[in-house]
């Protein structure tokens, strides 16, 4: 089976930088993704690791470490519109397929 | 920019009707996707498609459903027997070349209200 861990609710400070970890554990693990979800809408996508290391993507950065089973997007320079679900997502055994964590609602506040 | 569209945005049918949700992946892509999402849980992979037919398929596609491409564009998804349980949202995705970098471009969904 697949487990992926994040945690359910932040709040952080416009301007301020966040960091929103997720722990995995999955069998055949291709690669991690990162979807930003506003309310109401779809997923749209952030990031792609397949290897270790840190990803720089403007504001967005995602880092993984496929040993520790574990990633994180860190989100500086926070706006007001960046308040919205952030959903974790392996890619493991097929590559066809992805399984997503709960989300983690982040509140941006002035 | 291009984008994956779905049709209609919001369908209300009644239990043990059939539902077809539609979808127009971006035209050069080649991997085909549908998840759902029930209200305030997460999203859950359905099924992929590839070159015509299932690559992978999750424990919740059972013979309940069906997806097929039935012409160059469109790409379906049909829900036979309906039950209360399968209100959700519907979202189609379609990538390129999974391998390649696997960003999956996400329609916006399709409300499934089933009474």
């Given amino acids: 089976?697949?487990?992926?861990?994040?945690?359910?609710?932040?709040?952080?400070?416009?301007?301020?930088i966040v960091q929103i970890n997720c722990t995995y554990q999955t069998s055949g693990f291709n690669g991690l993704f990162w979807y930003q979800q506003h309310a109401g809408e779809a997923p749209?996508?952030?990031s792609y690791n397949v290897l270790d290391g840190l990803e720089e993507?403007?504001?967005f950065s995602s880092f993984l470490s496929r040993s520790k089973g574990y990633s994180y997007l860190l989100l500086k320079?926070?706006?007001?519109?960046?308040?919205?679900?952030?959903?974790?997502a392996v890619n493991s055994g097929g590559y066809q397929k992805v399984t997503f964590g709960t989300g983690t609602k982040l509140q941006v506040i002035p | 920019e291009p984008e994956v569209t779905q049709t209609p945005?919001?369908?209300?049918?009644?239990m043990?009707?059939?539902?077809?949700?539609?979808?127009?992946?971006?035209?050069?892509?080649?991997?085909?996707?549908?998840y759902r999402q029930i209200l305030g849980q997460k999203v859950e992979f359905l099924v992929s498609f590839y070159n015509n037919e299932i690559s992978e398929k999750s424990e919740i596609f059972d013979d309940q459903f069906s997806v097929e491409r039935p012409d160059g564009s469109n790409f379906t998804l049909k829900i036979r027997s309906t039950k209360l349980e399968d209100s959700a949202m519907y979202f189609c995705a379609s990538t390129p070349a999974f391998r390649?970098?696997?960003?999956?471009?996400?329609?916006?969904?399709?409300?499934?209200?089933?009474?």
């Fill in chain 1, 1 to 16: 089976g697949q487990n992926i861990d994040q945690p359910t609710e932040m709040t952080a400070t416009e301007g301020a």
């Fill in chain 1, 44 to 46: 749209t996508f952030l």
């Fill in chain 1, 57 to 59: 993507k403007g504001r």
């Fill in chain 1, 77 to 88: 320079e926070l706006q007001m519109k960046d308040s919205a679900s952030y959903l974790c």
């Fill in chain 2, 9 to 14: 945005s919001h369908q209300v049918t009644q």
């Fill in chain 2, 16 to 34: 043990g009707q059939e539902v077809i949700l539609r979808c127009v992946p971006i035209s050069n892509h080649l991997y085909f996707y549908w």
């Fill in chain 2, 100 to 115: 390649t970098g696997g960003e999956q471009y996400f329609g916006p969904g399709t409300r499934l209200t089933v009474t």
